[in-house]
């Protein structure tokens, strides 16, 4: 039974850019949708979340690089990522959120369904 499933990911040089999709039956147009990461022996960390109004906030390490946006029609979360360092490196989950919809909390509380990830790694 596939919940969510995020794909795109792949190896790139430091500066590049990458695009993650996310789509799956827990997909909800109505929800705070989410990118989050975790990278060998750390924590998973939120990245980005993107509310049903459009509003959205990011982790501070990724601002001003990362954009989250949604397609409702096709059902689909994405992730364009641009200026691409080694510390990105990492397997990158999208979620959805149980407890917010119109708009995401600042610290990425609320997530669950957590779907199959994709590996992003970023080489110097």
């Known amino acids: 039974q596939v919940q969510l499933v995020a794909s795109g990911g792949g190896s790139v040089q430091s500066g590049g850019s990458l695009r993650l999709s996310c789509a799956g039956t827990?997909?909800?147009?109505?929800?705070?949708m989410g990118w989050f990461r975790q990278a060998p022996g750390k924590e998973r960390e939120g990245v980005a979340g993107i509310g049903s109004d459009g509003s959205t906030v990011y982790a501070d390490s990724v601002k001003g690089r990362f954009t989250i946006s949604r397609d409702n029609a096709k059902n689909t979360l994405y992730l364009q990522m641009n200026s691409l360092k080694p510390e990105d490196t990492a397997m990158y989950f999208c979620?959805?959120?149980?407890?917010?919809?119109?708009?995401?909390?600042?610290?990425?509380?609320?997530?669950?369904?957590w779907g199959q990830g994709t590996q992003v790694t970023v080489a110097s």
């Open positions: 979620a959805r959120n149980l407890i917010y919809t119109r708009s995401c909390a600042a610290n990425f509380g609320g997530f669950g369904y």
């Open positions: 827990e997909y909800r147009y109505t929800a705070c």
